[in-house]
């Protein structure tokens, strides 16, 4: 069994949730009346414009509707409430990879989004239900562009600046957005990088539904404009009121979407709620990070992910905190620029991937304490497991073992946190991700549906809706109920099927073992490895391919594709080939999916109908021994044969 670590004392003290008897209460009271605990909540945290009627109706499940009839607006919710009491309060503190500042106060940041919502509305005709594709980098006007478009009721889309034209091209098409706002481009590892060509080139065709670009101006580069089509943020935005009145939005009116990769298929619009979204935002926020008045909070994730959108932007806003937001890469100018960061900034709640921890501690291992970091009092990690290594160095290293960290478990389809630990509360343990947050119905089980026991792996299932959950998939509920929802029921309702491998270890903590589907996830980011594969099979030399995650020390994940080429003697070419398909791969996909090994291979196992057993080409990539039986396959020897390739 491996180590537990109790609560800081002096912490839990002070904590909202300050020991396991309080929490246990309240996952009682959640489970004895779970219509009730939801119902309290909503009416504690949400400023209503109107009530609602419902808490849930479940009469045509896996639709949900929660706090139905209801009415709010996100944006009152996150800046006009907190006039009263906060108007002079740093609501977002901004920092520049050149090192400079912006400190926008929340009437600041309230009068900048009614600027630019009333620009929406009326420069570029957008209303309520209009999609607006977000392109940005990390600057304070992603941000506003987020808010501007709750504010007036139109559904944003935010897509990762990593991603290619092409595949903005298809978020734009598949969205039927009217609108792009990007930037002309921002500053990475030093240098100015580029946003707006990437967006003219996937505007060239067959985006007719999106006939404006708005562009913030942040590098000053040159840019092509077009005209009647781009128009410059900037200037445009002095000349709007800075009053606008909120459109009032039902509970279960979309307020964004998030693409997402699946095991099969494109990228999925992942629908979020109102209401329900930002009730789970900020409970999570005071909650999971305990997170108090005079606080400073940073996450450092990408708006442009689902981590950004709810605890850089919605869950702090939605409780009146100081959240930062950083535009560049950790390790500019040096490794230790996050530390610095830290301790100018005076910085209590530290939200990061695994993946950047064990970056900075392979690179600076002796960074942190060259800083003053004091100042924390709960650490957090999220977007896959963390090995016991680096939650040792994150602990003891940036947390000087007195902070908390919190592994949260949750995926863009919950909105929010699911599993985690409660930093006042639960004694933690590294690689676990502890136990279920009250109110959320977790549970693993076999292939036949039943509970496993202690010690075995399973499928992390959650057997009730919860407020924040995915309402559908944009354009196509059908694939919504079947990527999400097997035949398993309970009580009768469809359980959720999250595509987590999961299990519990002998004190019943959960262990969250990885995806059990084709969906890879490197560096935190998920990849469908269908369409990684459909994109390579796009080469005219490309036979066969099937794509796999390897392990890697940094990335947690990396991508590895077994290629079949066409032809008999292709072995020459391998080395153009390669290089071809990364091109192919950040043309239409994007940087983020580069291949970080590929294998020629003969032919690929499979089945004798057809289908390749990927799961012993994922044992290969492992350097695991293959357990599986290998004598239902079409031709098994050559599964002997790719392990001597890729062992050579
Ligand atoms: O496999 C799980 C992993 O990230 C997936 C969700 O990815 P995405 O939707 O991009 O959202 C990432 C940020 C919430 C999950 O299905 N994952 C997320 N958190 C953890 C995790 N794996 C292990 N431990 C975690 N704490």
């Known amino acids: 069994m491996s180590q537990v670590f109790e609560p800081n004392r002096e912490f839990s003290r002070d904590a909202r949730i300050k020991n396991m008897c309080e929490f246990k209460e309240l996952r009682l009271q959640a489970e004895e009346d779970f219509e009730g605990y939801w119902d309290k909540m909503a009416k504690e945290k949400i400023d209503w414009f109107e009530p609602y009627d419902t808490v849930l109706d479940e009469s045509n499940a896996p639709f949900y509707k929660w706090f139905n009839g209801g009415k709010l607006n996100v944006t009152h919710q996150c800046l006009g409430r907190h006039l009263k009491t906060r108007k002079n309060k740093a609501a977002i503190i901004w920092e520049g990879e050149d090192g400079s500042k912006r400190i926008i106060t929340y009437l600041q940041l309230y009068y900048r989004v009614n600027r630019l919502a009333n620009l929406l509305k009326n420069k570029f005709n957008i209303k309520k239900g209009d999609r607006v594709v977000l392109y940005l980098p990390m600057i304070p006007e992603a941000a506003f562009a987020m808010l501007a478009c709750a504010k007036i009721g139109a559904i944003h889309s ?28 921002a500053f990475r590892r030093g240098k100015p990088y580029m946003l707006k060509p990437v967006v ?6 067959g985006c007719e539904c999106c006939s404006k670009v708005l562009i913030v101006q942040r590098n000053f580069e040159d840019i092509d404009y077009v005209p009647g089509r781009d128009y410059v943020y900037n200037e445009m935005i002095m000349n709007e009121s800075q009053h606008c009145d909120p459109e009032p939005m039902d509970a279960e009116d979309p307020l964004f979407l998030l693409y997402t990769s699946g095991s099969t298929g494109k990228p999925k619009g992942v629908q979020h709620s109102s209401a329900g979204y930002i009730l789970w935002a900020q409970y999570t926020m005071e909650h999971v990070f305990d997170v108090k008045e005079n606080d400073t909070f940073w996450c450092t994730a990408d708006v442009g992910w689902i981590t950004g959108h709810t605890y850089i932007v919605y869950g702090p806003l939605a409780m009146g905190a100081t959240t930062i937001m950083y535009e560049g890469v950790p390790t500019y100018p040096d490794v230790g620029r996050w530390w610095k960061m830290i301790e100018e900034h005076r910085v209590n709640q530290f939200y990061t991937a695994p993946t950047a921890i064990r970056l900075l501690h392979k690179l600076g291992q002796d960074e942190p304490a060259k800083h003053d970091l004091s100042s924390l009092k709960v650490l957090g990690t999220v977007g896959e497991p ?29 909105g929010g946190h699911m599993i985690t630990p409660l930093p006042g509360a639960t004694p933690i343990k590294p690689g676990s991700a502890t136990f279920p947050l009250p109110g959320i119905m977790a ?22 809706p919860w407020p924040s959950m995915i309402r559908t998939i944009w354009g196509d509920p059908d694939r919504f109920v079947k990527s999400y929802f097997g035949d398993c029921k309970k009580d009768g309702k469809p359980v959720y099927f999250s595509g987590d491998g999961a299990m519990y270890d002998d004190d019943g903590y959960i262990i969250i073992t990885g995806r059990t589907d084709d969906v890879i996830n490197v560096s935190g980011h998920r990849l469908g490895t ?115 390739l890729f062992n050579r």
């Not at 897509?159 to 002309?184: C, E, H, N, P, Y």
């Not at 003219?200 to 065709?205: G, M, N, Y």
């Not at 040792?392 to 863009?412: L, P, R």
């Open 158 to 185: 935010i897509v990762f600046g990593g991603f290619s034209a092409d595949a903005l091209r298809d978020r734009v098409q598949d969205a039927q957005a009217k609108l792009v706002i990007t930037a002309d481009g």
């Open 200 to 205: 003219d080139e996937a505007l060239k065709e």
């Open 386 to 414: 963390i090995n016991p290594d680096a939650w040792m160095w994150y602990y003891n290293e940036i947390g000087g073992g007195k902070c908390s960290i919190v592994d949260t478990w949750w995926q863009t389809e919950t």
């Open 443 to 464: 549970e693993i089980i076999d292939e036949d549906g039943n509970p496993t026991p202690k010690g075995e792996k399973g499928f992390l299932c959650i057997t009730k």
């Open 530 to 644: 269908a369409e990684i594969e459909a994109v390579l099979g796009h080469h005219v030399n490309v036979a066969e391919v099937a794509v796999v995650g390897k392990p890697d020390a940094i990335k947690g994940e990396c991508i590895f594709a077994y290629i079949v080429l066409k032809g008999e003697d292709t072995i020459g070419e391998e080395i153009e080939m390669i290089q071809e398909l990364n091109k192919l791969i950040t043309k239409e996909i994007g940087n983020i999916a580069k291949l970080d090994g590929i294998l020629f291979v003969p032919g690929l196992p499979k089945t004798r109908s057809g289908k390749i057993m990927r799961r012993i080409l994922r044992s290969i990539a492992k350097s695991e021994a293959i357990t599986q039986d290998t004598s239902t396959l079409e031709d098994p020897s050559v599964v002997t044969t790719i392990e001597k």
